[in-house]
């Protein structure tokens, strides 16, 4: 018998609503929210009204593109956490709402299980999905993690960061450069026209398989105010080297992490998940990275490494099957790791 979930994702700013049906996707649809970006980051007041002016239509738009009334679902995915409370609030509430109308279950999303596992959303039947245990390398915002896959709820943390997440050390270099808010896709664009041997930035040592990246931003901090009192022009005349710079300093600290990882654990595949993992730099060195190493890569589809309800779907989907289902006085919750 087919299975067929509705996923709701509301976690920061991005609406999301799709429909998945036997792990294969059917509709996912986005409304982003441009209010933030006169304030230069996300305001949460503003995102939970946003939220609740979009859930609606977004979720109508995910079940018509879905081709699905709302009577065919089985069960509701939503993000429980981490993420901010007022916007969480919003999905958490419309999925129980819903459920209770429709008589069907509600299953809880962990926002980060569902970066781990977006890697198994099918397009298509024939699409291929990783192989257990593989290795995931999660970077966003808010986490730099090596995770050991297991299964489907099955997940061994080990590494991860002791301070700055890997997006946070774009965001705030970016910043000290003057470029908006999110600086990564920023430096991105500019490192793609830059030197990434001009500049040396401090690399560093921390042991075993956990990052840090704290060490890195001051050592950029201070490379610019440096220069900056020699040549106030420094950073505009010299921003595109000085992204590809940040930008691979970046990357190795990454990459040497997950190349022990990998040793240490004879992994055959890895994937890469999380809002850094839509880097061009990173895919690259990732893509290049397994394939040295005769590794299977998953490097995820761009729209798959933002926030979006497909991830929180397939969750669901494999929660639906193990009969996890979530009791109605679940609360949102604004931080945890995977676990
Ligand atoms: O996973 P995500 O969408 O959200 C949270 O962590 O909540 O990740 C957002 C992060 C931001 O730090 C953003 O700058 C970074 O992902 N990011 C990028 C790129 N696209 C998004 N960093 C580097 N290069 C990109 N192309």
Known sequence: ?????????????????????????????????????????????????????????????????????????????????????????????????????????????????????????????????????????????????????????DMEILGQTIDDAAGEAFDKCAKVMGLPYPGGPHIDRLAAEGDSGKFHFAKPRIPGLDYSFSGLKTSFLYTLRDAVKVDPDFVEKNKADLAASLQKAIIDILLDKLAKAADQTGAKTIAIGGGVSANSGVRKAVADFCASRGIKAFIPERAFTTDNAAMVAIVGYFKYLDRQFCPYDAVPYARVTIK
């Open 1 to 153: 018998m087919s299975v067929t979930i509705l996923g709701i994702e509301s976690s920061c700013d991005d609406t999301s609503a799709a429909v998945i049906r036997d792990g294969l996707l059917l509709s996912n649809a986005i409304a982003s929210q441009k209010v933030h970006e006169e304030y230069g980051g996300v305001v949460p007041e503003l995102a939970s009204r946003a939220h609740q002016q979009n859930i609606v239509p977004v979720v109508d738009s995910a079940l018509k593109r879905a081709g699905i009334d709302k009577r065919d679902l089985d069960a509701i995915a939503f993000t429980r956490g981490p993420g901010l409370i007022g916007s969480l609030l919003v999905g958490t509430s419309f999925a129980k709402g819903m459920s209770l109308g429709l008589r069907i279950p509600i299953v809880e999303v962990n926002h980060l299980h569902g970066h781990v596992l977006s890697h198994f959303v099918r397009q298509k039947t024939e699409d291929e999905v990783p192989e257990f245990p593989y290795l995931c390398l999660l970077i966003s915002g808010g986490n730099s993690q090596i995770i050991l896959v297991k299964g489907y709820n």
